[in-house]
């Protein structure tokens, strides 16, 4: 899918007139409109967070293998009156000092399931930053070649406004000379007035689009440029290439895969409860009248205990059971995502073709319009066209390039489009992942290959 297509001068001219617009001294490329994105979007930072969170979660687990220690103190008063207190009673100072340490030596792998539950839970995290960031990011490409679709049709519209401007200005010469007649006034007023309004409908198009922009990128749009349709040489030959290319690397499915991966090691954690687990308990206490019985009592004490479930009413294997169907669960969102993805790819295929098909058309329909106009003011100015005609010319004009305007853009939101269903959106246009969308494999391959640029 490679072409050459080219906004017609008169279609691609961007709007210096509007006095509600300051030009910038810098101009806002897409690829910096999408950075931006990326850095400041709420739903982008929100999900950036809730990796983060997850990643706690992994350091959580992994305490399981280390050992607790706890330190208990105690000191007050005590009465007691027991038999070794008859006939009387004791009300003693009570002291008490003690620390234990406690070790795991087997939890039937609880804690390891749990390093890969939360571990496979990050990666899931990771992956759906990276596809909050990618639709994301077609969303504000899609602003922003809004704003620009809205600024050249208006542009369109303010030259077809001009020339009913002229026409009226000759027709009305030309009536008050006695030339002309009364009802081509009406007439070219008529269209004159529809211009106008026209023209103040597609100045409320140009603000709504400058405030979705504003709404996605987090700025109103400044000085941005035409991107091009270089993105649309990165498409695969086939759809079917396409697809292979969004099932390898497509964060949704990604995450789905990582969701599944953190139901299984979830199922080996509820196995655990049919292990025994073995501690290593190590103490050591010093305490003072304690029951009424004046003295120090000092003691230390290093124990292997095992503590192993016999019975709990059948809670544990239908536990294990609730995850066997959560993992299933878990392998059908895997198909639907990639139903879904799919589904996309097709989509934006179909688009891109359908407006590649359109394009040539539409471009020869610009040009003939516009011959037809010149065409006809010469025959008017020599009584061979009627007024309808004329005007009829420059409405023509209007509506082809309108729809090649919006054919022309809805190409390059196509290529964008495509490059997104495959998952590749950011990487076509060379923009960094945030640090949170990096898995740990992504993570360790950076490490390595910060390490080896250090060793060089």
Known sequence: ???NYKLLALCGSILTGLTTYHAPVMAQSLVQAVEQTIQSN??????ANRRLSVDKTIDQAR??????????????????????????????????????????????FYTKSEVDRTTASSESAGYAVTDISERTSLQAIGAYLDVLRRQDLLELTRVNLQSHETIFSQIEQRSESGVGRRADVDQAQA??????????????????????????????PENITNPGDDCCNNAPATVEDAIKIAYNQHPTLRTALANHEASLAQENSAKAAFHPRVDLDLGASAN??????????????????????LLNGGADKARVEQIEFLSEQQKELINHAKREIELDVRLAWNALENAERRLPGLQQRVE??????????????????????LLDSENELLSAGIAYTDVYYDRIYACYWLMQ????????????????????????????????????
């Open 421 to 456: 269903a495959m998952g590749k959106l950011l990487e076509t246009m060379a923009i960094e992942q945030r640090e949170e969308a990096l898995t740990v494999a992504k993570q360790e391959n950076k490490s390595d290959a910060e390490e080896n640029t250090d060793i060089q």
């Open 63 to 108: 305490a399981g293998y280390a050992p607790t220690v706890d330190l208990n103190l105690g000191y007050g008063r005590e009465y007691t009156k027991n038999p070794a207190t008859r006939p009387g009673s004791e009300t003693l100072t009570r002291g008490e000092a003690s620390i234990t340490a406690k070790q795991m030596l087997y939890d039937g």
């Open 368 to 389: 003939a319009a516009e011959k037809t106009r010149e065409a006809y003011a010469a025959q008017f100015r020599v009584g061979q066209r009627t007024l309808l005609d």
């Open 1 to 3: 899918m490679k072409s």
């Open 191 to 220: 269209r004159l007035a529809l211009s106008k309004s026209n023209l103040e409908s597609q100045l409320g198009n140009v603000e709504d689009a400058r405030t979705d922009f504003q709404r996605v990128v987090g700025s109103m």
């Open 288 to 309: 003072n009248n304690l029951d009424g019985e004046p003295g120090q009592d000092k003691g230390l004490y290093a124990m292997f205990r095992l503590q192993y479930n």
């Open 42 to 47: 709420p739903e982008i930072l929100a999900e």
